[in-house]
Each structure stands twice: as C-alpha cells, then as structure tokens.
C-alpha cells in the first residue's frame, strides 16, 4: 500500500512538472479554474449580445479588404480580425476592423473581395456582428 502512494506522489509530481509554474498545485488548479469561468462567461456574454444584434441590429452588407489570424483561438475555431467597409441603409460605406470567431467550416468564406451579411448596432456603428 505504502508503495501504491510513493508511486502516486511520483506521477503527480511528474505531471506537475510539465505544466506551467502558475498552474502547478492546488492554487494553480483554481486558478486555472477561475479563469475558465470567466472566459466561459464572456463567449456566453459575446453569444448574447451577438443574438441581440442579429435580433435588432440594422441590416447591412460589408466587403471584406483583409484577413489576419490573432492567434487565438475558441473551441479549435479561429479568432480573426476582419477589415471591412460596411454599408448599411443607403448611407456611405466606412471602414472598420472587426474581430470574431469565425468556424473552420466556414472560413472559406472570408476572404479579401467577399460581400458579407452585417447587423449593426443602431447606437455605435462600430459594433456589428457579421452573419
């Protein structure tokens, strides 16, 4: 028995060893865990509003001028930054720069040149929801 703990004692301080110094140990648990709740609560937060804009934002179109990776990325789904110029209700077009997640399924879709489905937020022009 007294073996079995030296060996388990073993193993977590070798698994310790392979994850970063500020998630190591108990501390660095909840902290992890923390953390995933927040940003849990925020893609839940960014889901909402991007529901609320679709819902009764003002329709436009935007064309696509470029596309950059930020790097990151949200349940294996890219986060891009989009240049845009957004047109909405016969008004003149203006450039934005917009990040969102966008699938890899749908990726293909976003490239410099494609015309896109906007809603935009009838308070600030500078935050829309694409698709």
Same mark, same amino acid.
């Given at each position: 028995?007294?073996?079995?703990?030296?060996?388990?004692?073993?193993?977590?301080?070798?698994?310790?060893?392979?994850?970063?110094?500020?998630?190591?140990? %108990?501390?660095?648990?909840?902290? +992890?865990?923390?953390?995933? #709740?927040?940003?849990?609560? $925020?893609?839940? *937060?960014? @889901?909402?509003?991007?529901?609320?804009?679709?819902?009764?934002?003002?329709?436009?179109?935007?064309?696509?001028?470029?596309?950059?990776?930020?790097?990151?990325?949200?349940?294996?789904?890219?986060?891009?930054?989009?240049? %845009?110029?957004?047109?909405?209700? +016969?008004?003149?077009?203006? #450039?934005?720069?917009?990040? $969102?997640?966008? *699938?890899? @399924?749908?990726?293909?879709?976003?490239?410099?040149?494609?015309?896109?489905?906007?809603?935009?937020?009838?308070?600030?022009?500078?935050?829309?929801?694409?698709?």
């Amino acid at each position: 028995m007294l073996g079995m703990i030296k060996d388990m004692l073993k193993m977590k301080k070798q698994a310790d060893r392979l994850l970063p110094p500020e998630q190591r140990g %108990l501390r660095g648990a909840m902290r +992890g865990a923390r953390e995933g #709740a927040a940003q849990a609560t $925020q893609m839940l *937060s960014d @889901l909402a509003d991007a529901a609320a804009l679709r819902a009764n934002g003002r329709p436009g179109t935007a064309t696509i001028t470029a596309i950059r990776e930020t790097g990151l990325t949200i349940n294996e789904n890219p986060v891009i930054d989009l240049d %845009l110029q957004v047109s909405v209700g +016969g008004n003149p077009p203006y #450039a934005l720069t917009h990040r $969102q997640t966008i *699938s890899r @399924l749908h990726l293909g879709n976003f490239q410099p040149g494609a015309t896109v489905p906007v809603h935009v937020d009838p308070a600030d022009p500078a935050v829309l929801v694409v698709g």
